[in-house]
């Protein structure tokens, strides 16, 4: 065998692996940067339901009576809500689900409690483009929602 030819085995040996390891690496990098956009939208989730029930600490309870103090939390604490949800991006808006949306004020162990929480529809929402792999199912594989939850005791 001469050396040009086994020159241009290895060049062919060198595209084979191209061809085989080069949708792997895409398909890892677009993977990660799908994870990343659904973890970012995790964390503004999180950051308006603390900041929403964060704003039940700081209505004055002398000024209401026992019995008021309830709605004008939970009114209070909704309104901050809906205003930071407003500030999002339109598609981010879009994918919110309002029956997993809201602040309510509940009872554990005796004592009330503020819930604050988001819910987004993950898997087939507007917010990440997905890959159809046909029988394979679509790339990569996302939560069926995502849902963000803060409590706080008043």
């Known amino acids: 065998m001469s050396l040009s030819s086994s020159g241009a085995i ?3 040996a060198v595209a084979l692996e191209f061809l085989l390891l080069f949708p792997f690496i895409v398909a890892t990098l677009y993977a990660a940067a799908s994870y990343s ?3 970012f939208n995790q964390y503004r989730m999180q950051d ?3 900041q929403a029930a964060n704003l039940s600490l700081t209505i004055d309870r002398s000024s209401y009576q026992a019995d008021q103090l309830k709605g004008v939390v939970e009114s209070r604490s909704s309104q901050a809500l809906d ?3 407003g500030t999002l991006p339109d598609r981010f808006r879009k994918a919110v689900q ?4 809201g602040c309510t004020v509940g009872t554990v162990s005796n004592v009330e409690m503020l819930r604050c929480s988001v819910g987004i529809a993950g898997g087939d929402s507007s917010l990440l483009p997905l890959i159809s792999f046909g029988w394979l199912g679509q790339f990569p594989p996302m939560p069926s929602r995502l849902q963000a939850e803060a ?3 008043f």
Do not use: K
């Not at 309002?98 to 949306?101: I, Y």
């Open 10 to 12: 290895q060049r062919g």
């Open 37 to 39: 956009v659904l973890f």
């Open 48 to 50: 308006a339901v603390t």
């Open 83 to 85: 205003s930071l949800l």
């Open 98 to 101: 309002p029956d997993l949306t």
């Open 151 to 153: 409590f706080v005791a």
